[in-house]
């Protein structure tokens, strides 16, 4: 009996040491907030999801349609407002400093240090995912996104041989396109795809200096001068291009009209990419990728990332924690990143089963951020705050769609706009 009892004592320990690893593994459970719907993004979250629930933790969705993510973030504040926030949700650039400071997200140094996240990450990312120096936020992705997108048999069809490289060569190709009788530009009209375009016809019209003036330092002369005009009478003239119906479509059936051969090009960042691949669509043979117009030089960067909400149960904590952790981890990267049609955010991760647009996307942000060319996209919340990104969409959507507004009264109502949001 006697010798049994250091038996029985390891045994109840070993019990008891697995009973809590079992429970703060088993009973744990985040609420994620995201607005990753389309066939594409939906395919990429569940791979997030998977992982997560192989450890034991339990994964609830809070998914709220609608492409750039403002939907998801109108009920996100409803919530937060209403004392309920979700465990983590997808907040990108500097709305991720307004969550912190009004005291909703909670500090992950801890999980960052165990795993390095300091020396894994590019620093201008790590700077981004912190809030007064601590991480409140994990990074997922690199989106580029200053692409255009091609269906190269609808081009040879029409007798366009290569992708447009300047504007000039892409209305001479679209007035092809348009008399073979397809559609030229598959387009959205939602206010952030009209935003997508303008800031990328900005990058080209006034290079990747203009870009970081008006967009980052929000200056008067850039918002309202010369250069801002020719760019708003050029993202005007890409009106004629698209069709009838663009109002109101989402972002994922215009990529459908470009994969479906009814339209030959798409401006939009490399999600779209996701979509060509959940089609079954191959990089280089049926899609083309190539930077828009005129900005081969600049990389307007779009990276995902979820925020961490306050939580109070030490379970949901433990599953908190490793999602965060999890999301660094190159298994994650490698996957999600395959599927979501961008790179991963840590540039050690083995890119070999990456195409072609992925290896130039990953290139092309390394030789633009020595270049001082790498540039946090404006339509898609890196650059400014939320009302400064709520004013441009105002007036770029309102212009583009009011066919009696001149360029000239556009850009003095951008100025006026951005003050008073700013
Ligand atoms: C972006 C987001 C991308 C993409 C897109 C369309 O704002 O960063 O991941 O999914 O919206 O929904």
């Known amino acids: 009996m006697i ?26 459970q985040v609420e994620v907030l995201h607005w990753w719907t389309s066939g594409g993004e939906a395919k990429s979250v569940a791979e997030l999801k998977k992982l997560l629930e192989k450890e034991g933790y339990t994964w609830k969705d809070f998914a709220v349609a609608g492409g750039g993510g403002d939907s998801a973030m109108t009920v996100l504040k409803s919530r937060a407002v209403s004392g309920n926030p979700p465990t983590a949700a997808q907040i ?8 912190a400071e009004l005291g909703f997200l909670t500090n992950l140094d801890d999980v960052a240090d165990k ?16 809030y007064e ?3 409140v936020a994990v990074p997922v992705n690199v989106h580029r996104v200053n692409w255009m997108w091609g269906n190269p048999e609808v081009m040879k069809k029409a007798g366009v041989e290569t992708m447009p490289t300047n504007w000039d060569e892409f209305f001479a190709d679209a007035d092809k396109i348009k008399a073979a009788g397809f559609i030229p ?3 959205g009209g939602q206010d952030w795809q009209d935003a997508t375009t303008f800031e990328a016809v900005a990058l080209s019209v006034g290079g990747p200096e203009f870009f970081r003036k008006a967009f980052v330092d929000l200056d008067d002369d850039a918002l309202g001068g010369e250069t801002m005009v020719k760019t ?11 069709d009838p119906d663009a109002a109101g479509r989402d972002w994922n059936l215009a990529t459908a009209m470009v994969i479906n051969g009814k339209a030959a090009f798409q401006i939009m960042g490399d999600w779209a990419k996701g979509e060509f691949l959940n089609a079954g669509k191959v990089a280089g043979k049926d899609f083309l990728c190539a930077a828009v117009p005129g900005t081969a030089n600049a990389y307007t960067y779009n990276i995902d990332s979820f925020a961490m909400f306050k939580v109070k149960n030490k379970d949901d904590k433990a599953a908190q924690d490793a999602l965060a952790r999890i999301i660094m981890e190159p298994t994650f990267q490698k996957v999600f990143n395959l599927n979501k049609g961008s790179i991963p955010v840590r540039p050690d991760i083995d890119m070999a089963d990456f195409d072609a647009c992925a290896h130039k996307s990953m290139e092309d942000f390394q030789a633009d951020a020595k270049a001082g060319t790498l540039l946090p996209s404006m339509a898609h919340g890196m650059a400014a705050s939320s009302y400064v990104k709520g004013a441009i969409y105002d007036v770029v959507t309102n212009f583009f769609n009011d066919a009696d507004m001149t360029a000239e009264e556009a850009a003095e109502r951008l100025v006026k706009a951005v003050d008073a949001a700013g």
Request: glycine letters at 8%; a positive charge; proline letters at 4%.
């Open 185 to 187: 530009l598959a387009h």
């Open 3 to 28: 010798r049994l009892k250091p038996l029985m004592l390891a045994a109840a320990v070993g019990l008891s040491a697995f009973s809590a690893a079992a429970s703060s593994y088993a009973a744990g």
């Open 232 to 242: 708003l009478k050029t993202f005007k003239r890409l009106r004629d291009y698209i």
């Open 133 to 135: 120096g601590h991480y």
């Open 115 to 130: 795993n390095n996240w300091d020396k894994l990450l590019p620093k201008v990312v790590a700077d981004g995912m912190k």
């Open 92 to 99: 990108k650039g500097p709305e991720i400093q307004e969550w």
